[in-house]
Nanobody, 124 residues
């Protein structure tokens, strides 16, 4: 069983930065899949990045490439999402997710464990 807790959301102006954190309780294997997802009001939940807990197989959605960066501190069982050059269209609830699969899928339904989410609001 894995529990995930996100933090770090907030309100910023366009062009600003935020760093989200996701702390996992329970043992995490390096091969476990993790993902950062977001969901804006009235829209489906979409993947922002997916990766193995050890940092391997990292994939970003095109809309955040060059602006968002995933990192991890395995000693703290924590993964981060550094978000730079934020845009109003990045406004959403951001979620951390995990799964024991070896191949990290794109769709949210492939992830068994979810955090409660942290709100990111970017104003123009």
């Amino acid at each position: 069983q894995v529990q995930l807790v996100e933090s770090g959301g907030g309100s910023v102006q366009a062009g600003g930065s935020l760093r989200l954190s996701c702390v996992a309780s329970g043992y995490m294997y390096g091969s476990d899949c993790m993902g950062w997802f977001r969901q804006a009001p009235g829209k489906e939940r979409e993947g922002v990045a997916r990766f193995h807990f050890d940092g391997g197989s990292l994939v970003y959605v095109d809309s955040v490439k060059g602006r968002f960066t995933v990192s991890q501190d395995k000693a703290k069982n924590t993964v981060y999402l550094q978000m730079n050059s934020l845009k109003p269209e990045d406004t959403a609830m951001y979620y951390c997710a995990a799964d024991r699969r070896i191949t990290c899928g794109v769709h949210p339904s492939l992830y068994d464990y979810w955090g409660q989410g942290t709100q990111v609001t970017v104003s123009s």
